[in-house]
């Protein structure tokens, strides 16, 4: 039986769908995944949060903790080196938060990461990928995935070792992102190799990695037989992208792209929650980059993104939008795109 016979659930929390958005360090709170979430997200992850943190109760640690019921179902990602606090972290999320699954980061690829001993460190070790992992899940109620590359670079490709470690220690699923450490974010996601991996376990796995486009998703659960199709990048400034790609593999309908208006209205949401989430200041300093990736493709656009990057008010930022927007709407210039 193909993955996309079956239910996508993990843990037995059932997902609506088989599109997840991928936990991105600096943008996937609260304010971003509920946005996201109203587009259709089957499941939405939160960003990385450290395990220290959360042991030492630090306080910017803990407002990433927060969840708006309207997110669920919601994984939230741990990250760590060292197992007590690993354990002591998950016991708390398990108990303290709202979570519906707990995720264990060892993908991250950045130096300060790997420096912990966490992250895709874990790669070049199947036996402490089994070891932390049945530490957690022993220790907790709710599902445990794990989030990893194939490896850690072209000498050191542990990804089936590392999936069945995984899957031996109880984690209830495994999302794989198709590259590996040294690769970053570059080059090309190696799509057989996260089929080598859904092959080689029988929990559910998500893909991740150059998933462009409705068809791009399409295309990898039929290729590697993923149970989900992961989400990152191509999701920033544009949430369309996830509803498109729900619509896509449920219907075959590959519908256009919104308008410029639209664009705005949403991106004007995205940062009312953002305010509400963080208080002005640091919201309109961090939308600052969102609302740049909602100009993404809006001819034009180089002027309006550079006074985005100026604004120091939700005055200023909401009436430069709107501002663009009319002037665009005078010149004919905010019509959608076709379907591409």
Known sequence: M?????????????MDNRVVLAPMAGVCNSAFRLTVKEFGAGLVYAEM????????????TMELLYIDERE???SLQIFGGDKETLVEAAKYVDKQSNADIIDIN???????????????????????????????????DKPVSVKMRIGWDDEHLFGVENAKA????????????????????????????????????????????????????????????VDGVMVGRAALGDPWMIYRTVRYLDTGELIGQPTLREKIDVCLLHFKRLVE????????????????????????????????????????????LNE?????????????????
């Open 277 to 320: 989430l963080k208080g002005e200041y640091t919201a309109v300093r961090e939308m600052r980059k969102h609302a740049s990736w909602y100009m993404k493709g809006i001819r034009g656009n180089a002027k309006i993104r550079k006074a985005i990057n100026q604004a120091e008010s939700a005055d200023e930022l909401t009436a430069l």
């Open 166 to 225: 995984a899957e031996a220690a109880g984690a209830a699923a495994i999302a794989v992102h198709g590259r590996t450490r040294v690769q970053m974010y570059e080059g090309k996601s190696d799509w057989d190799w996260i089929r080598r991996m859904k092959e080689a376990v029988d929990i559910p796995v998500i893909g991740n990695g150059d998933v462009e486009t409705p068809q791009d998703a399409k295309r990898m659960l039929e290729q590697t037989g």
């Open 72 to 74: 669920y179902p919601l």
């Open 324 to 340: 663009f927007t009319v002037e665009m709407e005078s010149l004919g210039l905010a019509e959608a795109p076709s379907a591409v």
């Open 49 to 60: 949060i450290s395990d220290k943190g959360i042991v030492q109760r630090n306080s910017k």
């Open 106 to 140: 060892m993908g991250c690829p950045v130096n300060k990461i790997i420096r912990c001993e966490a992250g895709a460190k874990w790669l070049l070790d199947p036996d402490k990928i089994h070891e932390m992992v049945s530490a957690v899940v022993s220790a907790v």
């Open 2 to 14: 193909a993955a996309t016979d079956k239910p996508f659930e993990i843990g037995g929390i059932k």
